[in-house]
Every structure is written in structure tokens, then in C-alpha cells.
């Protein structure tokens, strides 16, 4: 059960030194905020792998050689505990993990669907009450509002209000509009969507929770930094 151990101990290592040590990475300003947005993100797959290979390790010592599929271990999971003395190992990792993996799985399936029929629904109500234009060289719905407001929709665009035409000048349109297309470039909105994920399925764990609070904060300074380069600071 070695293996196990060192993946369970590095996990925990992670959930819990993990916030701390790249909260101190970002305050230190040499990483800008695309590489802290990586790193986040790289940290909470870290942490999601480092798990999933604590439960395949204790799998494979728990069954040895005979480990042929995930049906036969769960068949003859109780005959090789017997056979290799790993009851507390098995009867504490084994459930958790399986309620774990299908927590997740369920929270993933959920969101997915949400998120999904949200888009959809959203794409209608533009395509019925708004209008394609060309604004600052792209191509934008445009919708009557008073109140002034850009955002993008993955794989429908960006949206703008009449009333963000109205109190922007042409060069600050450029740079909102160049804002939300890095944000589809960048794939900004997946990213969010992991680290909620992550959150949601599994509360509780620091890291998971900092990144949940962290990242939606650094894709809006990544996309300021793609603007500032694309525009201009000013």
C-alpha cells in the first residue's frame, strides 16, 4: 500500500499547501496573470490526477496480477482484500472513492446540461431580439439597451448594448471588444467552469476552493492584458 499512501499524502499535501504556495507565487509579481491562470488550473488537475491514481494504485495492489478490468475488480474486490490483507485500506478508500467518482460524474453531467440549455436559450433570444453589426472591425450582436454592456457567449459571440455604443468612445470599444475575444480565445469560460466544478464536487478542500474564488478573477486580467496589448494601456 505504499503507493497509495505516497498519492493519498500528496494529495492532501496539495489541498492544502497548494493555496498558500500560489497565493505567494502571485503576490511575488513575477508571473503575469495568463501563467498564474495556468498554474491554478494545472494545480487542480494535479490534485484531481493525484487522487484518481491513489485509487488505481490501491486497485492494482489490492487485486496484483489479476487486475483485469473494472468489472472483475469490483466483482473480486472482497476475495483479494482477504487474500492481501488490505481490509482498512479497501473498506475506507473503496467506498469513498466510488461515491467521490460518482459525485463527480453527476456534478459534471448537471452543469454541462445547465450550461448547455443556458446558451441555447440565450442564442434564441438573440437571434430574435438582436441584430448583427460591424463594430470596431467585428462582427457583434447588438442589443437595444440603455444600459451600457459587452460580453461574449461561447460559440455565439459577443454581445453589446446600443447603450455601451453610446458612452464608448470608438477606442474603447476596441479594447472591451478585444477583452471578451480574448476571453473566447483563451477558452476563458472552460476554465471557470473547471475550477466551479471542481468546488462543487468536491467542498470543502481549500485548494479547490481557492481556485474556484482565484480564476474567474484571472481570466478578466488576462483578458485586460490581451486588450492592453491589443489597444493600448490608455
Request: glycine share 10%; hydrophobic share 55%; proline share 4%.
Given at each position: 500500500?505504499?503507493?497509495?499512501?505516497t498519492a493519498l499524502s500528496a494529495a492532501?499535501?496539495?489541498?492544502?499547501?497548494?493555496?498558500?504556495?500560489?497565493?505567494?507565487?502571485?503576490?511575488?509579481?513575477?508571473?503575469?496573470?495568463?501563467?498564474?491562470?495556468?498554474?491554478?488550473?494545472?494545480?487542480?488537475?494535479?490534485?484531481?490526477?493525484?487522487?484518481?491514481?491513489?485509487?488505481?494504485?490501491?486497485?492494482?495492489?489490492?487485486?496484483?496480477?489479476?487486475?483485469?478490468?473494472?468489472?472483475?475488480?469490483?466483482?473480486?474486490?472482497?476475495?483479494?482484500?482477504?487474500?492481501?490483507?488490505?481490509?482498512?485500506?479497501?473498506?475506507?478508500?473503496?467506498?469513498?472513492?466510488?461515491?467521490?467518482?460518482?459525485?463527480?460524474?453527476?456534478?459534471?453531467?448537471?452543469?454541462?446540461?445547465?450550461?448547455?440549455?443556458?446558451?441555447?436559450?440565450?442564442?434564441?433570444?438573440?437571434?430574435?431580439?438582436?441584430?448583427?453589426?460591424?463594430?470596431?472591425?467585428?462582427?457583434?450582436?447588438?442589443?437595444?439597451?440603455?444600459?451600457?454592456?459587452?460580453?461574449?457567449?461561447?460559440?455565439?459571440?459577443?454581445?453589446?448594448?446600443?447603450?455601451?455604443?453610446?458612452?464608448?468612445?470608438?477606442?474603447?470599444?476596441?479594447?472591451?471588444?478585444?477583452?471578451?475575444?480574448?476571453?473566447?480565445?483563451?477558452?476563458?469560460?472552460?476554465?471557470v467552469a473547471w475550477a466551479r466544478l471542481?468546488?462543487?464536487?468536491?467542498?470543502?478542500?481549500?485548494?479547490?476552493?481557492?481556485?474556484?474564488?482565484?480564476?474567474?478573477?484571472?481570466?478578466?486580467?488576462?483578458?485586460?492584458?490581451?486588450?492592453?496589448?491589443?489597444?493600448?494601456?490608455?
Amino acid at each position: 500500500m505504499t503507493a497509495a499512501a505516497t498519492a493519498l499524502s500528496a494529495a492532501l499535501l496539495l489541498a492544502v499547501a497548494g493555496p498558500s504556495l500560489l497565493g505567494r507565487a502571485g503576490r511575488a509579481g513575477v508571473l503575469g496573470p495568463g501563467a498564474m491562470l495556468g498554474l491554478w488550473t494545472l494545480a487542480t488537475a494535479a490534485w484531481l490526477l493525484t487522487g484518481a491514481a491513489m485509487v488505481v494504485l490501491l486497485a492494482a495492489e489490492v487485486m496484483g496480477p489479476g487486475l483485469k478490468g473494472f468489472v472483475t475488480a469490483c466483482v473480486t474486490l472482497l476475495q483479494a482484500v482477504r487474500a492481501n490483507d488490505a481490509a482498512t485500506w479497501a473498506a475506507v478508500l473503496g467506498p469513498a472513492a466510488a461515491l467521490a467518482a460518482a459525485r463527480f460524474a453527476w456534478v459534471t453531467l448537471r452543469r454541462g446540461r445547465d450550461a448547455a440549455r443556458w446558451r441555447r436559450d440565450h442564442r434564441r433570444g438573440l437571434t430574435a431580439g438582436a441584430r448583427r453589426r460591424t463594430v470596431g472591425g467585428r462582427r457583434v450582436w447588438l442589443v437595444d439597451a440603455d444600459r451600457p454592456h459587452a460580453y461574449c457567449v461561447p460559440g455565439t459571440g459577443v454581445v453589446v448594448t446600443s447603450g455601451a455604443l453610446d458612452a464608448l468612445s470608438s477606442r474603447q470599444m476596441r479594447a472591451v471588444l478585444a477583452h471578451e475575444q480574448a476571453h473566447l480565445r483563451g477558452r476563458h469560460h472552460l476554465l471557470v467552469a473547471w475550477a466551479r466544478l471542481l468546488d462543487a464536487a468536491f467542498p470543502g478542500v481549500p485548494l479547490l476552493r481557492a481556485a474556484a474564488r482565484e480564476v474567474p478573477v484571472l481570466v478578466e486580467w488576462a483578458a485586460d492584458d490581451r486588450a492592453a496589448r491589443t489597444v493600448g494601456a490608455a
